[in-house]
């Protein structure tokens, strides 16, 4: 099995950063890929960003330009650098990682961004 744990979520200004980082632990053989997904207030959970076990990256037309993903593989840990935050990027942040061909979610960490 696989645990995964999220943090760094809090509450910020329009226009600041914020860090989310996502740490596994246990039978961590093998890394598929993995990245963030959220949900906004009144929405479905969507994809925010992707990368693969080569270290490329995708991310939401939305957030593209602002949001950076990064992977340390010997720490198995993925972290997503937000700048030049909106009010519409509040919301739960889960991280969804990849592992021995099976997929686990992290229980999510809060994200709002006020004006």
């Known amino acids: 099995q696989v645990q995964l744990a999220e943090s760094g979520g809090a509450l910020v200004q329009v226009g600041g950063s914020l860090r989310l980082s996502c740490e596994a632990s246990g039978s961590t053989f093998r890394f598929n890929g993995g990245g963030w997904f959220r949900q906004r207030p009144g929405e479905e959970r969507e994809a925010v960003a992707f990368?693969?076990?080569?270290?490329?990256?995708t991310y939401a037309d939305s957030v593209k330009g602002r949001f950076t993903l990064s992977r340390d593989n010997a720490k198995n840990r993925q972290s997503l650098q937000m700048t030049s935050l909106k009010v519409e990027d509040t919301g739960v942040y889960y991280c969804?990682?990849?592992?021995?061909?099976?997929?686990?979610w992290g229980q999510g960490t809060q994200v709002t961004v006020s004006s």
């Open positions: 969804n990682t990849f592992y021995n061909g099976t997929g686990y």
């Open positions: 990368i693969t076990p080569g270290g490329d990256s």
